[in-house]
């Protein structure tokens, strides 16, 4: 087993970095409030509210969700950067908001036609509601009624999808049978003490209470799997024992994987758009949202993997340790992209990929495989680990590239080194397995292998 994960310091050493940073970047807004300084584009009702929570007690231990709210704020602080720089061009806008959650809401306005300025006071108005309704939903644990409805847009990565709301840390689940299809809710009151929230249903107010059948939710340990919500409101939690299977397997495999796992996943939300991979947030820590209807059971024990690799490095990143100097110029070749991605992508996508390197070697070297895997899944497990080793090797003359552009640091360089060192020392494992492949997918191997040595490096 390779000492990558056990023994290198480096890879246990990241735990407490997103909650230093939450505290350092919630230190950093109440000093900001405490100097009363007023912007004149927020609303002086979203200003006044603002400095009264950010005083709150609630705020003062870390938890995914608050680091996550605090993020909304640092949003609502870059579009009163655009604000004060005067953006004129709505290709700008697009561009700006080009990975944010906001964009379908913006292309909408500008395809009405409507100016740059006015289109950022909508969106600031927007992100004003959207801060302080999700503290009281997800964080405050006292109860609040707004002076009038307010308007909660769903967050569907922790789950919120089709009508169904899933608030605060205990995940309660709200079923709004009104709203199937809905993104935004129109919240007149939440009382946390009675687990009740009510919505504003025509001209009536409605009180829902939260559901409390299992099959809403599982928990297996710390780790909460959701179940997913159709366009009718009904609750599939038919992948559950689909993930539990992965787990064991990774479990019985290495405990060294099965605890990093453990140590940056708590939440895993389904995905079942034919069109959605899975994906994670680097603003949500732990929450992966898993596609769980066109992979199968080895693409499972994979993406729950990756998207832990993904927390993993953003927790890292959150240190105080620079590994990357981003920006966005676009010059190296990413192969999982087939396209130049600028440093960001690049790293994150060696780093991230690692996991599937270092999960697909194991099992392709694991002496009960078959009693988990069928032929084909170990044909497949096979050439993902000879893959994933052709793909990470080619970044490595690109990597090498941006640290003598000065776009990686030190430590960076000493991150992805130990990746490299990983596969310099696995070519006796690669051979092993290359000589298990079925004659098609070693051609596929070595096809692929062509493709990147035919890429120009920069």
């Given at each position: 087993?390779?000492?990558?994960?056990?023994?290198?310091?480096?890879?246990?050493?990241?735990?407490?970095?997103?909650?230093?940073?939450?505290?350092?970047?919630?230190?950093?807004?109440?000093?900001?409030?405490?100097?009363?300084?007023?912007?004149?584009?927020?609303?002086?009702?979203?200003?006044?509210?603002?400095?009264?929570?950010?005083?709150?007690?609630?705020?003062e231990t870390y938890?995914?969700?608050?680091?996550?709210?605090?993020?909304?704020?640092?949003?609502?602080?870059?579009?009163?950067?655009?604000?004060?720089?005067?953006?004129?061009?709505?290709?700008e806008l697009i561009?700006?908001?080009?990975?944010?959650?906001?964009?379908?809401?913006?292309?909408?306005?500008?395809?009405?036609?409507?100016?740059?300025?006015?289109?950022?006071?909508?969106?600031?108005?927007?992100?004003?509601?959207?801060?302080?309704?999700?503290?009281?939903?997800?964080?405050?644990?006292?109860?609040?009624?707004?002076?009038?409805?307010?308007?909660?847009?769903?967050?569907?990565?922790?789950?919120?999808?089709?009508?169904?709301?899933?608030?605060?840390?205990?995940?309660?689940?709200?079923?709004?049978?009104?709203?199937?299809?809905?993104?935004?809710?129109?919240?007149?009151?939440?009382?946390?003490?009675?687990?009740?929230?009510?919505?504003?249903?025509?001209?009536?107010?409605?009180?829902?209470?939260?559901?409390?059948?299992?099959?809403?939710?599982?928990?297996?340990?710390?780790?909460?799997?959701?179940?997913?919500?159709?366009?009718?409101?009904?609750?599939?939690?038919?992948?559950?024992?689909?993930?539990?299977?992965?787990?064991?397997?990774?479990?019985?495999?290495?405990?060294?994987?099965?605890?990093?796992?453990?140590?940056?996943?708590?939440?895993?939300?389904?995905?079942?758009?034919?069109?959605?991979?899975?994906?994670?947030?680097?603003?949500?820590?732990?929450?992966?949202?898993?596609?769980?209807?066109?992979?199968?059971?080895?693409?499972?024990?994979?993406?729950?993997?990756?998207?832990?690799?993904?927390?993993?490095?953003?927790?890292?990143?959150?240190?105080?340790?620079?590994?990357?100097?981003?920006?966005?110029?676009?010059?190296?070749?990413?192969?999982?992209?087939?396209?130049?991605?600028?440093?960001?992508?690049?790293?994150?996508?060696?780093?991230?990929?690692?996991?599937?390197?270092?999960?697909?070697?194991?099992?392709?070297?694991?002496?009960?495989?078959?009693?988990?895997?069928?032929?084909?899944?170990?044909?497949?497990?096979?050439?993902?680990?000879?893959?994933?080793?052709?793909?990470?090797?080619?970044?490595?003359?690109?990597?090498?590239?941006?640290?003598?552009?000065?776009?990686?640091?030190?430590?960076?360089?000493?991150?992805?080194?130990?990746?490299?060192?990983?596969?310099?020392?696995?070519?006796?494992?690669?051979?092993?397995?290359?000589?298990?492949?079925?004659?098609?997918d070693l051609q596929?191997?070595?096809?692929?292998?062509?493709?990147?040595?035919?890429?120009?490096?920069?």
């Open positions: 087993m390779s000492p990558l994960l056990s023994k290198n310091p480096i890879f246990d050493s990241n735990n407490t970095n997103l909650k230093e940073s939450y505290d350092q970047f919630l230190s950093e807004l109440r000093d900001d409030v405490s100097e009363d300084e007023v912007s004149p584009y927020l609303s002086n009702e979203f200003q006044e509210e603002l400095k009264d929570i950010l005083g709150r007690q609630e705020l938890s995914p969700l608050k680091f996550y709210w605090l993020n909304l704020i640092d949003k609502i602080v870059d579009t009163l950067s655009l604000v004060e720089e005067g953006v004129s061009e709505n290709n561009g700006f908001y080009s990975d944010s959650d906001l964009l379908g809401f913006i292309v909408d306005l500008v395809e009405k036609n409507e100016e740059p300025e006015d289109i950022l006071e909508k969106v600031i108005d927007f992100q004003e509601i959207q801060i302080i309704c999700f503290f009281h939903l997800h964080i405050s644990k006292e109860n609040w009624q707004p002076n009038g409805p307010v308007s909660y847009p769903l967050t569907p990565e922790i789950g919120e999808t089709n009508g169904v709301l899933v608030l605060g840390e205990e995940k309660d689940i709200y079923v709004l049978e009104d709203y199937k299809g809905e993104a935004i809710i129109p919240v007149a009151g939440v009382f946390h003490d009675r687990k009740q929230i009510q919505i504003v249903n025509g001209d009536d107010v409605v009180t829902v209470t939260a559901e409390q059948a299992s099959n809403l939710k599982h928990k297996i340990g710390e780790l909460t799997l959701m179940a997913g919500f159709d366009k009718e409101q009904k609750a599939d939690s038919s992948y559950f024992s689909k993930v539990e299977k992965a787990l064991n397997v990774i479990n019985c495999l290495s405990s060294d994987l099965s605890t990093i796992f453990h140590n940056y996943t708590h939440t895993i939300v389904p995905l079942y758009q034919e069109e959605l991979v899975s994906y994670s947030m680097a603003i949500l820590p732990g929450y992966s949202s898993i596609n769980v209807r066109d992979r199968d059971f080895v693409d499972m024990v994979d993406d729950l993997l990756h998207e832990n690799g993904h927390h993993f490095l953003n927790a890292l990143l959150e240190g105080e340790d620079e590994i990357i100097y981003e920006d966005d110029d676009k010059i190296f070749y990413s192969p999982w992209r087939k396209a130049l991605r600028p440093i960001r992508g690049l790293y994150h996508g060696l780093v991230t990929f690692y996991w599937a390197y270092r999960l697909f070697k194991e099992l392709s070297v694991w002496e009960a495989r078959s009693d988990h895997f069928s032929d084909e899944e170990l044909q497949k497990v096979y050439y993902r680990f000879l893959e994933e080793a052709v793909l990470i090797r080619r970044c490595k003359t690109e990597i090498d590239q941006a640290y003598q552009l000065e776009k990686v640091t030190d430590f960076g360089m000493e991150v992805v080194g130990l990746v490299f060192k990983e596969l310099e020392d696995d070519h006796s494992v690669e051979n092993e397995v290359r000589n298990l492949l079925k004659t098609e596929r191997l070595k096809e692929l292998e062509a493709d990147l040595n035919s890429k120009k490096l920069i």
